[in-house]
């Protein structure tokens, strides 16, 4: 049950807009639209920020969007804040056994 | 609000076992199917179990099967997960997390840790 890829990192400066890749299989990622991604700080639970692929649920900011393409959903942060400074993960809910992503770092610079 | 209270962490030698617990309150708990996520601090998340709302199925990471069993407790809005014949690699902090129709992991708890050292 391995885990969906990642980059380990990335950055970008205040206001710009970064893109987040998950691959995963035909089997998963390709196949479903249960694509998920949380938003985790430092020492905190991590939080639902995309679902469906694209969806976002109330209260998350429209500067979150998602996107899937084959194998590979993405997240796309635009307008990019310090606060935006966290680990994301992506999830592929099609059925069990559930499969996270090893997770993305992203620096705000 | 939503609460979600993980506890029975702790220490624990190879092979022992453990009982964690998940309090659950602010939402409409037996409607939810409710899973444990377990992460390795400054590591990435791991799915471990998954129970549907009204207790008839769950299901397992092969990681854990055999060796860990998830339950609930609709009348007491709780969660479990009794962890037996425990290895090094399980250490981590668990999560408990609710899954409704249509968010995945909507709400998390903030985890309980546990060790498992000699």
């Known amino acids: 049950q391995s885990a969906l890829t990642q980059p380990a990192s990335v950055s970008g400066s205040p206001g710009q807009s970064i893109t987040i890749s998950c691959t995963g299989t035909s089997s998963d990622v390709g196949s479903y639209d249960l694509v998920s991604w949380y938003q985790q700080h430092p020492g905190k639970a991590p939080k639902l920020m995309i679902y469906d692929v694209t969806k976002r649920p109330s209260g998350v900011s429209s500067r979150f969007s998602g996107s899937k393409s084959g194998n590979t959903a993405s997240l796309t942060i635009s307008g990019l804040q310090a606060e935006d400074e966290a680990d994301y993960f992506c999830c592929s809910y099609a059925g069990t056994p559930v499969r996270f992503g090893g997770g993305t770092k992203l620096t705000v610079l | 609000e939503v609460h979600l209270v993980e506890s029975g962490g702790g220490v624990v030698q190879p092979g022992g076992s453990l009982r964690l617990s998940c309090a659950a309150s602010g939402f409409t708990f037996g409607v939810y199917a409710m899973h444990w996520v377990r992460q390795v601090p400054g590591r990435g998340l791991q799915w471990v179990a998954l129970i549907s709302g009204d207790g008839s199925t769950a299901f397992y990471a092969d990681s854990v099967k055999g060796r860990f069993t998830i339950s609930r407790d609709n009348s007491a809005n709780s969660l479990y997960l009794q962890l037996n014949s425990l290895k090094r690699e399980d250490s981590a902090l668990y999560y408990c997390?609710?899954?409704?129709?249509?968010?995945?992991?909507?709400?998390w708890g903030q985890g309980t840790l546990i060790a498992v050292s000699s």
């Open positions: 997390s609710a899954t409704s129709a249509t968010h995945p992991f909507e709400y």
